[in-house]
């Protein structure tokens, strides 16, 4: 019986790399189409940008301009994985104490805490900027 397995495994993949076979000029790149979207691009570097407009971005950038830095996605994803230790508080700029606390009540109260966490940060996900920062045990804003 292993025979005959290992025969129609050995003819099916013989199969699929023969219908694999491409050639190789399919693969082949022309440089003169290379070279005419190269000439139809237009430059979009930083230098092209006016200074003064950059000058008034940054005299205007508040601290929740700063604090808005934080991701949505990488908090969310600390939380699911790591969320018994604290780690996405810690992400968030909490202080040392807050999770450190989450490692000491065996991942905030049982995993309580950080499912409340999570469910925060869900529904909040466009503005983290209450949440960064914030020394409390359940994350809520800071008022």
Same mark, same amino acid.
């Given at each position: 019986?292993?025979?005959?397995?290992?025969?129609?495994?050995?003819?099916?993949?013989?199969?699929?790399?023969?219908?694999?076979?491409?050639?190789?000029?399919?693969?082949?790149?022309?440089?003169?189409?290379?070279?005419?979207?190269?000439?139809?691009?237009?430059?979009?570097?930083?230098?092209? /940008? #006016?200074?003064? +407009? !950059?000058?008034?971005?940054?005299?205007?950038? *508040? =601290?929740?301009?700063?604090?808005?830095?934080?991701?949505?996605?990488?908090?969310?994803?600390?939380?699911?994985?790591?969320?018994?230790?604290?780690?996405?508080?810690?992400?968030?700029?909490?202080?040392?104490?807050?999770?450190?606390?989450?490692?000491?009540?065996?991942?905030?109260?049982?995993?309580?805490?950080?499912? /409340? #966490?999570?469910? +925060? !940060?869900?529904?909040?996900?466009?503005?983290? *900027? =209450?949440?960064?920062?914030?020394?409390?045990?359940?994350?809520?804003?800071?008022?």
């Amino acid at each position: 019986m292993k025979k005959v397995f290992l025969s129609l495994l050995l003819i099916v993949a013989s199969i699929g790399v023969y219908a694999a076979d491409v050639s190789a000029e399919s693969y082949l790149i022309d440089d003169q189409k290379v070279e005419q979207l190269l000439a139809q691009s237009e430059d979009v570097s930083l230098a092209i /940008v #006016d200074n003064s +407009v !950059l000058q008034n971005q940054s005299m205007m950038a *508040a =601290p929740t301009q700063i604090k808005a830095a934080k991701e949505f996605v990488p908090a969310l994803l600390l939380n699911l994985f790591l969320g018994y230790l604290g780690i996405h508080r810690f992400y968030l700029g909490t202080k040392t104490l807050t999770w450190v606390g989450y490692a000491l009540t065996c991942g905030g109260i049982f995993g309580v805490v950080p499912l /409340v #966490d999570l469910i +925060v !940060l869900i529904i909040n996900n466009d503005n983290l *900027a =209450p949440y960064i920062d914030n020394p409390k045990f359940f994350m809520r804003a800071n008022q």
